[in-house]
């Protein structure tokens, strides 16, 4: 019976920590003195940063318009009258004073906490980032996920003026496109702000943005006719890829550049590769489960970099006669495919080391990590080292299957 009421004291003791534990834990917990109402807010999906003639920020902030995208509007790109977003542009000689202004063209608190892309102006790329990104990350209203890039050809307020089709918020559309473009085609990337930081502030590492352009008629782009109609006049697309030093744009990539600066990067996740035929015509093939490793090390005082490069390749086009049945076709088909990736490497090395003379790659971070001695010797001429520092590239590529055929059908009709 003792033990029965020893049990019942303890199980109550228990129950007492539990309740006190509760209840202090309620008094420790913030309140919500500073909650806003949704209707008090204008939510902003993406942000563009230009300089101005006098050398002050202009700021733009594309803002959506709740009513033209709500559920009960079935016209899927913001309705008939109205635009799924607009966009605000003021100025100020800091970003804190332009973002402050834009009160008196906004009926409502404007909310970044939503916001998906920030595109910089070139002059502003060109000037250097690095207050921007101060202000980015002072205000505590900013998450980190969001993806930067710069305005090609055109201002970063243009871009965020275009009317979208698929998409009606253009914000969405391009951090969408970045999403899909990174898994299907290895020529652009994306990047948050930590990591453009981490570039920045880390020895041994350039970064890279990933730009955007306007495509066509840029005064119809900013029409609700843009969207209305099947052939679009104009649209936003991703434009290749943007290489810095410091904090400050230095010219841009190519294509294939941009596409060899992911392979270096290991940020291929699937890309598309063309071949010629050994007896004319073209082949294309996919490239999947890439595995890119950099290493750097010193011998005999001098620093030598290294890339192996690991993938697999499916084949998707075929357009010449080949045997793909032949296992010696297929050895002979991936040297060729290791050749022309090897070729795109040596060529985005040659435009940082010759051209830009930016280690955009980061072969002087792997000699920080393998050699911190050589690092702390050689880093602080790492630009001119860097410049003339040979680099091994090895790229071996294993091709899978022919997909659902094993003979192309220029090769069935000549058998035929």
């Not at 129950?15 to 204008?42: H, K, N």
């Not at 275009?162 to 652009?188: C, G, H, N, R």
């Not at 091994?392 to 899978?400: N, R």
Request: hydrophobic letters at 40%.
């Amino acid at each position: 019976m003792e033990w029965a009421r020893e049990g019942d004291w303890r199980r109550m003791k228990r129950s007492f920590y539990i309740a006190l534990v509760a209840v202090v834990s309620c008094l420790l917990l913030p309140g919500c003195w500073s909650q806003r109402e949704l209707s008090d807010l204008s939510i902003a999906f993406a942000l563009g940063i230009d300089l101005n003639e006098e050398g002050k920020y202009v700021v733009s902030a594309e803002i959506v318009n709740p009513s033209a995208i709500s559920p009960s509007n079935t016209g899927g790109s913001g309705g008939e009258d109205q635009a799924s977003v607009s966009t605000y542009h003021t100025q100020g000689e800091t970003l804190f004073e332009a973002f402050r202004r834009m009160t008196k063209l906004v009926p409502r608190k404007v909310y970044f906490a939503y916001v998906r892309v920030v595109v910089f102006g070139e002059d502003v790329a060109r000037r250097g980032i690095k207050d921007t990104l101060d202000f980015l990350l002072r205000e505590s209203e900013f998450r980190t996920d969001f993806y930067l890039l710069v305005a090609k050809g055109t201002s970063a307020k243009d871009v965020l003026r275009v009317m979208t089709p698929i998409m009606p918020i253009p914000a969405v559309k391009m951090y969408d496109s970045l999403e899909m473009s990174e898994q299907f085609w290895a020529a652009t990337g994306k990047i948050t702000i930590d990591e453009l930081i981490d570039d920045i502030i880390t020895p041994g590492k350039e970064t890279v943005l990933t730009a955007v352009e306007v495509a066509g008629d840029l005064e119809m782009a900013q029409k609700p006719e843009n969207i209305q109609t099947i052939g679009n006049n104009a649209n936003v697309r991703l434009a290749d890829m943007v290489a810095f030093r410091g904090d400050q744009m230095i010219g841009w990539l190519s294509e294939e550049e941009s596409k060899g600066y992911n392979y270096f990067q290991d940020n291929v996740e699937g890309t598309v590769t063309g071949i010629r035929c050994p007896d004319g015509g073209k082949m294309a093939i996919e490239i999947l489960h890439v595995d890119s490793q950099i290493r750097t090390e010193v011998k005999n005082g001098q620093p030598r970099g290294q890339v192996d490069i690991r993938a697999k390749g499916i084949i998707g086009d075929v357009e010449c006669a080949v045997q793909l049945a032949n296992k010696q076709t297929i050895k002979s088909l991936e040297k060729r495919l290791e050749a022309t990736i090897r070729t795109t490497l040596e060529r985005s090395l040659t435009r940082a080391q010759k051209d830009l003379r930016a280690d955009i790659f980061g072969f002087g971070r792997a000699l920080s990590r393998s050699d911190p001695q050589a690092w702390q010797a050689l880093k602080n001429d790492w630009v001119d080292v860097f410049a003339d520092m040979p680099v091994d590239i090895k790229v071996h590529i294993e091709v899978l299957h022919q997909g659902s055929m094993t003979e192309s059908i220029d090769q069935l009709m000549k058998e035929w």
